[in-house]
């Protein structure tokens, strides 16, 4: 069976993030939303960036704030975000198991599913 490219791989997982979130772009605010982002006057201001390393929930809160800057309550860019911050998850995942199938403790027995040595760099 031929090597498949590493390449074929990023592009089907970026491919499949976009198609699993290409309907949430117009469903409004949902469950949670409501009250964490559309009622909830902090999102309106931007606090230094340090302050949200140490709370709860802070990067999602971040995001909030940024997305309400840029865009308002508009849920087009907060579900553009939401779709960057998967697909970025799953080709940081398809790396892992890249770099993971290529470890010598494997010694070359998935090297055919992971590609060539030189095809990846982590």
Not at 18 to 45: Q, R
Not at 72 to 85: I, K, S
Not at 96 to 121: I, K
Request: with cysteine; proline share 7%.
């Amino acid at each position: 069976m031929p090597a498949v490219p590493p390449w074929l791989g990023l592009a089907l997982i970026v491919a499949v993030a976009i198609l699993l979130f290409a309907n949430s772009f117009t469903i409004p605010f949902l469950f949670d939303d409501l009250f964490e982002i559309t009622g909830n006057p902090t999102v309106t201001a931007i606090e230094p960036p340090l302050s949200y390393v140490s709370r709860l929930r802070g990067i999602p809160a971040l995001s909030i704030a940024l997305n309400c800057r840029w865009g308002g309550f508009d849920v087009w860019g907060d579900h553009a975000v939401n779709l960057a911050v998967h697909a970025l998850n799953g080709l940081l995942v398809y790396a892992l198991v890249l770099g993971t199938l290529r470890l010598l403790v494997f010694a070359g027995r998935y090297r055919s599913l992971s590609g060539r040595s030189s095809d990846f760099r982590i």
